[in-house]
């Protein structure tokens, strides 16, 4: 028995600092069982581990607990999401949604190349990873979508992104996202230039 693929959406920066869909196909670090029909496992991405508590039994996602909306460098977050359909957003949606997670911050900064496109548009210092787990639902950027469905998977990397659900269903979508190093797009794309150039020279 072959095992389904897992399609991995990768979104990156080009020269200019503009957020772009970097791949979008199979995942290929894959393997499947030749003792086992149909096991296997597909790893879309990896980052090298921090320190994690496997100690404590301390509840850091109670009810009680002040969770961020965005996560602090080497701060991770693990959430599910329910995405109504676009339709159903008021028409100031943008103002109202970056209130009430206190984004205003993010929201200007995904807003730079992304030219009003949606009301969703952010930018984040994180690594982010969405896994659809129902419904359908569009992953936009500065320069490019992808539209994903239940088991698609996209590695959000700090680009400016909204997502769009232009069904008439909600989208539910698991996410968890790293927080990293704080650079700006402009500081990315002027970090990819010096990359460039140093390669040219060797």
Known sequence: ????PVRR??????DQGRAIILSDGAAPNHWSSDMIPGFGATVPWLTQAGIIDHVSDSDPASADAEIPSFPAPGQTIMRIADFPPDSAYPDEAGSLIFSELDGHD???????????RHFWFHRTDSLDYAVVLEGEITLLVDEGEATMRAGDVAVQ??????????????ARVL???????????A???ERRKEASQTLERA
């Open 106 to 116: 993010e929201a200007e900064a995904g807003a730079e190349h992304s030219g009003s």
């Open 9 to 14: 959406i990768v979104t990156g920066h080009d």
């Open 187 to 189: 500081q990315i794309a």
């Open 1 to 4: 028995m072959t095992r389904p």
């Open 175 to 185: 996410f968890v996202l790293i927080g990293t190093e704080p650079l700006t797009a």
């Open 157 to 170: 990397r700090a680009t400016s992104h909204a997502w769009s659900n232009r069904t008439e269903t909600t």
